[in-house]
């Protein structure tokens, strides 16, 4: 009976052991926030209608991001667009900033097909700006990596055509 009681104390230990070893592991990981990995320093919308509003009341124009984990030209953008600090600075002070992993209901922000990556602007009078293009003529608002410099010329872009049009 002794060794029965032991061998269920032994069993109970491991249990309890490699239960706890299982939460400190999930714990470790950083905690997902709405970035994503686009840039923690910006302040991130959690929807798109969230976006809107906050671009009609900032005066301040929307970026959609549309991306997937599994995509490896979003993960190669991702990683530029993270870390190049015009870019950043402007996604910060300049925009409302939003990236989603599934497509809305608008279909203004997939003129031309629902692929990603894709950037598409939304100005303050929540008109999408389907004429702020990438350099693709079959997938117009699609950036890859070495397209940064067009990127942020687009940022400025919509900057520019909100200053004009208020």
Not at 49 to 76: N, R, T
Not at 110 to 120: A, E
Not at 121 to 128: G, I
Request: hydrophobic share 40%.
């Amino acid at each position: 009976m002794m060794l029965h009681s032991a061998l269920a104390l032994c069993l109970l230990l491991v249990t309890v052991s490699s239960n706890l070893a299982i939460a400190i592991k999930k714990e470790k990981r950083p905690p997902q926030t709405l970035s994503r990995g686009w840039g923690d320093d910006i302040t991130w919308v959690q929807t798109y209608e969230e976006g809107l509003f906050y671009a009609h009341k900032s005066k301040k124009p929307l970026m959609v991001i549309h991306h997937l984990e599994d995509c490896q030209y979003c993960q190669a953008l991702k990683q530029v667009f993270a870390q190049n600090e015009e870019i950043q600075e402007m996604a910060q002070n300049k925009f409302i900033m939003l990236n989603l992993m599934h497509e809305t209901t608008d279909k203004n922000l997939s003129p031309d097909g629902q692929y990603v990556p894709r950037i598409m602007f939304v100005d303050p009078s929540l008109t999408v700006r389907a004429d702020i293009t990438g350099r693709y003529s079959n997938r117009l608002y699609t950036y890859e990596p070495q397209d940064l410099p067009l990127l942020i010329e687009n940022m400025k872009k919509a900057l520019r055509l909100i200053q004009s049009e208020l």
